[in-house]
């Protein structure tokens, strides 16, 4: 006769029933595929956490240990344990020896479906104004004319020679080969007279504003800029913590009468004397030597976005604002965006001769270089001639472009004023025209000037017009294609 099991015995036993008729994995349709590429470890890993993801796998459900997995799938039991060791790192799955391996709790469900973080107004204007590729889009250079084969295979070599090179951090303030390149450049091309030690390189203009007003610590002040200027270098200089105050710009560049005559505190300014972007105008040397005085004279700041350097299409480009300082009071920030290529995010800061030390020490903690490898292939991209070269090619290109756009706009009541400030076309249009309306449908035709408008501060100061890029300007259908935008501008008015 079979005895009854004791009170606490049987009480364990069924425990051990209940925990081994939970639902395991019922609802997964896990399969590996042994021909593919990717690990069996890391197809289990994946499918268990798209299940958990999608909400097949829900929390608490048991999964079958790695052996019994393992068995099911007809794998080694330590392909099982990689992938589970992987969900538990990640949080989605948690172990015990009384519990076994379940899926780990997770906050619910976003109301409406999948969690969508909206990247506010300012990103939503970058990424708009940044799409593309299109004809006549801003800020691109030609791909027609750059000798991309000879660029790939210095970086490819670039890239072998550091692969076989000790594993080391690299210099924060970038390879020297590129810096002594960089300074022997701008003595040719911009007269300026710096060391290697006063280069830094960056990830592009961006990063070069960024390390410049993260060395100053001027939150708190007031900085001059051009009215218009650079929509992302005046919201840098916001964030910056910086009150911005807009210094008109006439045909001799930022008006620096007006600046000291109504923020006469400001601690900084930021200028395109080269050639004022967008409006084209070079500053006059006596402005220049009075805006040099100004930041002596008031422990002032200057920075200078050189952001065309040699690519001056009329004549020779002026010496840079820095050749001039002789107090160390201008900040040069250049970049290669224009010249070779956005994609490489490669730029530089020459730093006054005090400031060396704090730039380096800012650039070492917070904004380090690029990776070695595409500054060591500029380096010779520039050593070897190709640089010069490439940019004697390039003027001689967009100049022709340039006058091949003038000559293909057909006449428009819409259009009050034409200019050639640096490297476009400046239609101005009339102030009842949105230019931002007109760009945004001229993008579904495959065209994509540069709205005028929000170059901007205010509204209320803002001059409707489109600046056409010439490097990107069609080569076919040109005059069709200048046709089809200002037909848009009509059909704008009010």
Known sequence: MKMPLPWHKKKNQELRQTVYHEPMMTKLNLSIDRSARTSLSEQIRSGIRKAIEDGVLEQGVRLPS????????????????????????????EASRAAGTRVARRPGPVAGGQMRVDPGTFMQMYLDMTQGPAFFQ???????????????????QAVRTGASAPLLYPDPRGELDLRREIASFLAIARGM????????????????????????????????????SFPWSRRGVELAGLSVAPIPVDA???????????????????????????????????????????????????????????????????????????????IHIGSFSKTISPALRLGFVIAPPALV?????????????????????VAAFIRDGHYLRHIRRTKRLYASRQQAVLASLPASDSVTEVATPGL???????????????????????????????????????????????????????????RRLLSLADRKRS
């Open 424 to 482: 476009a076309v400046l239609l101005k249009l009339r102030n009842d025209i949105s230019d931002v309306a007109v760009v945004s449908e001229a993008l579904t035709l495959g065209l994509f000037p540069a709205p005028l408008s929000p170059w901007y501060s205010s509204p209320e100061n803002a001059q409707s017009g489109l600046l056409l890029g010439v490097a990107t300007a069609p080569q076919k259908n040109l005059a069709e294609a200048c």
């Open 66 to 93: 790695w052996q019994d997995l393992a068995a099911e799938l007809g794998v080694a039991r330590g392909t099982v344990r990689a992938a589970y060791d992987k969900l538990a790192a990640a949080q989605l799955i």
């Open 357 to 377: 030390p704090l730039f380096a020490e800012t650039a070492a903690c917070l904004m380090p270089a690029p990776g070695p490898a595409v500054q060591i292939a």
């Open 138 to 156: 801003m800020g691109v250079p030609a791909t027609d004319i750059f000798p991309a084969t000879l660029f790939a295979r210095l970086h490819g």
């Open 252 to 330: 001799q560049g930022i008006n620096v009468e007006h600046g000291m005559a109504s923020c006469p505190g400001a601690k900084l300014a930021v200028v395109t004397p080269g050639q004022q972007a967008p409006l084209g105008h070079t500053l006059s040397l006596e402005r220049r030597l009075l805006l040099l005085d100004w930041a002596a004279a008031n422990d002032g700041w200057v920075v200078e976005d050189d952001y065309l350097s040699e690519l001056q299409l009329r004549g020779r480009a002026a010496p840079a604002l820095a050749s001039l300082d002789r107090a160390g009071r201008v």
């Open 193 to 228: 007279n710096c060391s290697p030690d006063q280069v830094i390189v960056t990830n592009g203009y961006a990063a070069g504003l960024g390390l410049a007003l993260g060395t100053l610590k001027l939150a708190g002040h007031t900085a001059w800029l051009e009215e218009p």
